[in-house]
């Protein structure tokens, strides 16, 4: 049963522009997300989070989404670098644990 | 990704054989937890440990896996008679406190022939 959703398993951007990456959840427990970046050959770093009492988190040119009454989340880069190509996944917990909920991932391109 | 070593990087196994990995967390974190990579899919969670104990294994198959985070030494995580399904990225993760951002290892790809 996968409780995190990710459609659209890859994007395309032109460097410069924005990427906007999408996760969709069932869970109605889930109060914590988070997003990771994951390149080839190496395991998932964390990009930024958000508690379920925010609607917006920004840093840098990160910025996550949250509307709970749609049970969707989205992370926008902008502006997108050449760097950010990776594969991006969402993560839920319940009262912020850290046994996370996966989506399968999107892969990102940014095109120099 | 720097801190939590994994190894080994690779893994190649046959069948009804076992396989140990290993993980030591970063310097002064004593949570850890193992998540499993299957192929195009996103990683799922496994066990749970701080040192000496199983906080919560409810993501691990009963039969054949079993995870330990020693009072001394790294994490291992032991699947004993291996199958092909078994074959997979396992990534083990440590934080310094129970709900702080995880830092991951870079995994083992554990194939199974």
């Known amino acids: 049963d996968q409780q995190v959703k990710q459609n659209s398993p890859s994007l395309s951007v032109q460097e410069g522009r924005i990427s906007i990456l999408n996760c969709d959840y069932t869970n109605s427990m889930f109060d914590y997300f988070l997003w990771y970046k994951k390149y080839p050959a190496e395991g998932p770093t964390f990009l930024i989070s958000i508690s379920s009492i925010k609607d917006k988190n920004e840093d840098g040119r990160f910025t996550v989404f949250l509307n709970k009454s749609a049970k969707h989340l989205s992370l926008h880069i902008v502006p997108s670098q050449p760097g950010d190509s990776a594969v991006y996944f969402c993560?839920?917990?319940?009262?912020?644990?850290?046994?996370?909920?996966f989506g399968k991932g999107n892969q990102v391109v940014v095109i120099p | 990704n720097a801190g939590v070593m994994q190894n080994p990087r690779h893994l190649v196994r046959r069948r009804g054989q076992e396989a140990r990995l290993r993980c030591s967390p970063m310097?002064?974190?004593?949570?850890v937890y193992w998540y499993r990579q299957l192929p195009e899919e996103g990683l799922k969670f496994m066990v749970y440990?701080?040192?000496?104990?199983?906080?919560?294994e409810s993501g691990m198959p009963k039969e054949r896996f079993s995870a330990e985070f020693p009072k001394e030494g790294p994490s291992i995580l032991r699947i004993q008679q291996v199958v092909r399904g078994d074959s997979a990225a396992y990534f083990c993760?440590?934080?310094?406190?129970?709900?702080?951002?995880?830092?991951f290892g870079n995994g083992t790809r554990l194939t199974v022939t």
């Open positions: 993560a839920a917990s319940a009262r912020g644990n850290n046994r996370l909920a």
């Open positions: 993760a440590s934080s310094d406190y129970g709900n702080s951002p995880l830092h």
């Open positions: 310097k002064g974190h004593s949570h």
């Open positions: 440990l701080q040192k000496e104990n199983i906080i919560d």
